[in-house]
């Protein structure tokens, strides 16, 4: 798998743009900018699950298992950081009427996308596969706490932010003027609650361990207009602040596992940190990147059907590669079917 890695580097750094001398990306937290970074991670995330059916032993596999190994749970982080971004962005646009729409329009919409792909599971695994799922499991899987075989924690702590902003910026309703950094100070520690939260449910480490980026990406917005100054001043004082941000992304991956989740959580900050400031300089950008980042949630959450199918019909262990690329052509053509459903259905809604 080393190579299909090998080969997707090669495609990332396909029309890639480094911003002249002196000169910065100032839209680098744009839709348009932050698309094919989403594009990437896709498919890195889709590459890991991929990893878990098949075997990785091989010499050909070892440089792919090591890659993905020190990457880690930072597959996710930028969604969570530009996902908080976007969303403090909004608020600043939008005021309550934005937090409002939170849990009448975007946690119904989400939901609802997801336990369409969860309908989709059950039929795959308890009428296919024969699969039998407690009580316990079956109700709990529609908001994302269980699995009937589908990734859901990513989904479950989405859910919970969209309540928790809620709940954190409610009080724009009486008045909107200087009351972002209170209220993305309380988001911040209902987040840490959630966090101890979920970590003393006895759920595993991946679904808090990146958590605290989500209100990361929040008082980036509040405070991108000075961080944008302060950095991107000269291209002296930006090389600086890169080789410092390489420093600290390396020594905090070094000891990420000494204090368990909370040294996990600083290599988290440094390395998205370090990613948001790389990409002040460099711009990526392609059609197939900005695909798989015009994607993402269909991508996430369909791409353990193909899997889940293939391996059950022992191709997993017979031939690797055709297992990929197989579930990669049919995660593909579900994530197309799957989001041009629900656009026809939204627009139906909406007629």
């Known amino acids: 798998m080393t190579i299909v890695l090998a080969l997707f580097m090669l495609l990332m750094v396909y029309d890639m743009k480094i911003a002249k001398r ?3 990306v100032s839209d680098y937290l744009s839709i348009e900018k932050t698309k094919p970074i989403k594009g990437i991670f ?5 590459l890991s699950h991929a990893k878990s059916y098949i075997s990785m ?6 440089h792919c298992h090591i890659f993905l190994s020190l990457l880690g749970q930072m597959m996710v982080a930028m969604f969570l950081f530009y996902s908080g971004y976007g969303i403090m962005e909004s608020i600043k646009r939008k005021g309550f009427s934005y937090v409002a729409d939170l849990l009448k329009k975007r946690l119904p919409k989400l939901l609802i996308r997801f336990d369409v792909a969860v309908l989709l599971y059950f039929i795959l695994q308890h009428f296919i596969f024969n699969v039998r799922f407690d009580s316990f499991v079956f109700w709990t899987s529609w908001i994302a706490y269980s699995s009937l075989g589908n990734s859901n924690w990513y989904i479950f ?17 009486r008045k909107e003027n200087n009351k972002y950094y209170t209220s993305a100070t309380i988001f911040t520690l209902l987040t840490i609650i959630l966090v101890f939260s979920l970590k003393y449910a006895g759920k595993q480490y991946w679904w808090y ?3 605290i980026l989500f209100p990361l990406g929040v008082w980036y917005s509040l405070l991108k207009n000075k961080i944008d100054a302060f950095v991107m001043k000269n291209d002296r004082r930006y090389f600086i602040i890169f080789v ?3 420093f600290i992304c390396l020594v905090s991956a070094k000891f990420k596992g000494i204090l368990g989740f909370i040294s996990y959580t600083v290599w988290g900050i440094a390395f998205t940190l370090f990613i948001v400031v790389s990409t002040m300089k460099i711009t990526f950008g392609n059609k197939i990147l900005n695909f798989f980042g015009d994607h993402v949630f269909s991508i996430y ?10 391996n059950n019909l022992g191709l997993a262990k017979s031939n690797k590669y055709l297992f990929f690329v197989l579930s990669l052509f049919i995660t593909i053509l579900l994530a197309i079917g799957f989001d041009k459903f629900f656009e026809l259905f939204e627009k139906k809604k909406q007629d």
């Open 209 to 211: 361990d990146t958590a």
């Open 301 to 310: 959450i369909l791409q353990r059907l193909p899997m889940i199918t293939l």
């Open 244 to 246: 410092i941000m390489i």
């Open 57 to 62: 032993d091989s010499i050909f596999d070892k």
């Open 157 to 173: 702590i989405m859910l919970s932010f969209y309540v928790l902003v809620f709940i954190s910026f409610y009080n724009l309703k």
């Open 22 to 24: 002196g000169s910065f």
């Open 42 to 46: 896709t498919f890195l995330v889709f």
